[in-house]
């Protein structure tokens, strides 16, 4: 898990902090289209501002890569990436937006959530290794 933790940390600090500083150019390359509103250029820097929480998170717990508290983060992981996966897919799909980035976001997310499930079944729970 500690390496999982590690390349979720680097690239979600990355994600982040291009939304916080280049909302509109971000959106552009993941969706094909920059954002038209200050409202949504501030939404798209709250997301980066959440991204960054996610990325300290990851870097912090890599430390305890086996505990209660890290296997708990990599199960949020597992559904943030999934949930991102869906929503930039549909994106695609569903509202016809189509960035450079799109596929190769969904592919990524798609891998590190499949990642983070294999972690959580490689990795017993703490309390029963103890036993």
Request: proline share 5%.
């Amino acid at each position: 898990m500690k390496t999982l933790q590690t390349v979720t940390a680097i690239i979600e600090a990355g994600a982040g902090l291009a939304l916080l500083g280049f909302p509109s150019i971000t959106a552009k390359l993941l969706f094909g289209t920059p954002l038209d509103s200050p409202a949504a250029a501030n939404l798209a820097r709250i997301g980066g501002a959440a991204l960054l929480a996610l990325a300290m998170m990851c870097w912090l717990a890599r430390r305890d890569a086996h505990s209660l508290g890290s296997r708990g983060l990599v199960t949020v992981m597992t559904f943030y990436n999934i949930a991102v996966a869906a929503v930039v897919a549909f994106a695609s799909v569903g509202d016809g937006l189509h960035g450079a980035l799109l596929w190769p976001a969904v592919a990524f997310h798609v891998a590190m959530g499949a990642w983070c499930i294999a972690s959580l079944i490689t990795y017993p729970h703490p309390r029963e290794r103890v036993r």
